[in-house]
């Protein structure tokens, strides 16, 4: 069973770090990108982040750019996010995902893990 | 990033059909031929029903349709059942980064 399961999230201060992390199972982890996607409760989906198969190419949100960074280790079948200079804005359930495509163009998120709440205060 | 644009909500009976738009740019949707859908049930992931446009992955049924037309794509649920009432989002490469759509409630009357 294709399976992503996430972990790290938390309450953190302003300005604060995280680091989330993915363990994903049930599939060759190397054949596929991955991505971060966040949702605020109640509200809609902004993706945030993606890493290609080899982590060679990742991509960033404009409102999380400069501040987040997406690696992978393919070795562990483990995807991450590392989080700083964390704002009240960034809180949200962080979902792990799974892309059909291989590399840094997205054919369709096909697995989901079921996230992680980050919280930030002020 | 501005998101996709799409309808709030969108309402029908059981047994109708019913048309959710997804409109963006020629930087986005109109420029690529890699749009996704994915629906959502309250406090559940999303689940991808639609890719690069009009496939659908295994398993989702064939009641699900979708296409698109310049800037704007469309999905289609045809035969409308109790079980299709969630929010649904539409997703779209865009140079270098994603972007998904405001999201629709479908509610069945």
Redesign the interface.
Known sequence: ETQLVESGGGVVQRGGSLRLSCAASGFTFDDHCM?W?RQIQGK????VS?ISWDGSSS?????VQGRFIISRDNSKNSLYLQMTNLRPEDSALY?CVKD?GMG???????T????TLVSVSS | ?S?LTQPASVSGSPGQSITISCTGTSSDVGG?N?V?W?Q?YPGK????I???VT?R?SGISDRFSASKFGNTASLTISGLQAEDEADY?C?S?RF????????TKVTVL
């Open positions: 991505h996607v809609g989906l902004e993706w993606l991509y960033y949100a404009d409102s979902y059909i840094t163009i997205s054919r369709g998120m096909d989901w893990g079921q996230g | 990033q998101a690529y890699y996704s994915y959502q992931a999303p689940q991808l639609i890719y690069e496939y992955p989002y997703s490469y270098s980064s994603n972007v998904f759509g405001t999201g």
